[in-house]
T-cell receptor, first 110, second 116 residues
Framework: GQQLNQSPQSMFIQEGEDVSMNCTSS?????WLWYKQDPGEGPVLLIA?????ELTSNGRLTAQFGITRKDSFLNISASIPSDVGIYFC??????????FGPGTSLSVIP | EAGVAQSPRYKIIEKRQSVAFWCNPI?????LYWYQQILGQGPKLLIQ????????DSQLPKDRFSAERLKGVDSTLKIQPAKLEDSAVYLC??????????????FGQGTRLTVV
């Protein structure tokens, strides 16, 4: 089956720093999704990417769909305490099955 | 627009007991998903419905788990009998009908199950 890897597994950064995390898959897909999950809540969609090479921003977040269609990265600029949480990349298959990666845990030190 | 509703939020049961979770998707969403999220892991898809039909249930442990979406709207997920390893958060999500953009899944808050 499809495998997703995320790195790093966890990050501890100072408030105001920029953050970068990435995701790789074992197969080619047409849709990459980035979700954030706060403690006790369900994942919330941050950014959706539909085309190889696509670069999309949502406020301080920027994500790119890799040219090879097997990877994606998410950047957060000027981190703030509310950025704390777990960030998941996910892929959508042709039947809209959404497969999640293992997540990157982000901690922001004030 | 109301979000995905799930109940209960928390449930504690003894092993070998049965439990049921309920989900009401966003109005108009044809696709409904149930995920299991074990602590420290990403959500794992258990079953996917398109209206009242099953699209994918390949990772559903069918000897103990069952799910239905009889009228193509709300859904229930049942575990009978529960095992200790079933302790997890059970997430429901929904999306518009398949195909193209704007079909991303929106999640409920989940039901945290503890089996003791």
């Amino acid at each position: 089956g499809q495998q997703l890897n995320q790195s790093p597994q966890s990050m501890f950064i100072q408030e105001g720093e920029d953050v970068s995390m990435n995701c790789t898959s074992s197969s080619i897909f047409n849709t990459w999704l980035w979700y954030k999950q706060d403690p006790g809540e369900g994942p919330v969609l941050l950014i959706a990417l539909y085309k190889a090479g696509e670069l999309t921003s949502n406020g301080r977040l920027t994500a790119q769909f890799g040219i090879t269609r097997k990877d994606s990265f998410l950047n957060i600029s000027a981190s703030i305490p509310s950025d704390v949480g777990i960030y998941f990349c996910a892929l959508k298959t042709s039947y809209d099955k959404v497969i999640f990666g293992p997540g990157t845990s982000l901690s922001v030190i004030p | 627009e109301a979000g995905v509703a799930q109940s209960p939020r928390y449930k504690i049961i003894e092993k070998r007991q049965s439990v049921a979770f309920w989900c009401n998707p966003i109005s108009g969403h044809a696709t409904l998903y149930w995920y299991q999220q074990i602590l420290g892991q990403g959500p794992k898809l258990l079953i996917q419905f398109q209206n009242n039909g099953v699209v994918d249930d390949s990772q559903l442990p069918k000897d103990r788990f069952s799910a239905e979406r009889l009228k193509g709207v709300d859904s229930t997920l049942k575990i009978q009998p529960a095992k200790l390893e079933d302790s997890a958060v059970y997430l429901c999500a929904s999306s518009w009908e398949t195909g193209g953009r704007n079909t991303e899944a929106f999640f409920g808050q989940g039901t945290r199950l503890t089996v003791v």
